[in-house]
């Protein structure tokens, strides 16, 4: 989420000020939103990208079958999900086919989802229990 709230602002050319005044947020919210101390609720971001005096061309929006978006940015090599997270990829996503390429981006973020939460359990198991992995 934090990578696509800093590539919204940055992509304005506004500073961190401007923006943050632009949709009414504290500063220091929208600083730890482009840190990744905290992350804005999805619609939030959706609602950011759709309010900008601007258009994105230079991201590709995929539309998977389950309703869900995902954003590629060819330069960078980025493929960014409606939450905000991003998975770099070396492939070039030209020459797939479109009906093809919803489902890979999709299977992607579910498979990155599924590590990211057994991630996030086993920090809390870790807290809970005095275990030391070898």
Known sequence: M???VRELRESTGMTQKAFAELFDIPLSTLRKWEQGEASPPPYVVRMMARL?????V???EINSKKGHKYYYDNAKKILMDSKG???NI???IE???EENLPIYVEDLFEAFY???ERFNRDLRFDREEDI???
Do not use: A, T
């Not at 900008?52 to 994105?56: A, D, I, S």
């Open 2 to 4: 934090n990578l696509l």
């Open 132 to 134: 030391i992995w070898s």
């Open 114 to 116: 599924e590590i990211q």
């Open 85 to 87: 997270n991003s998975i």
């Open 90 to 92: 070396e492939e070039s």
């Open 95 to 97: 020459g797939v086919k």
């Open 52 to 56: 900008l005096p601007f258009e994105r």
């Open 58 to 60: 230079d991201l590709k």
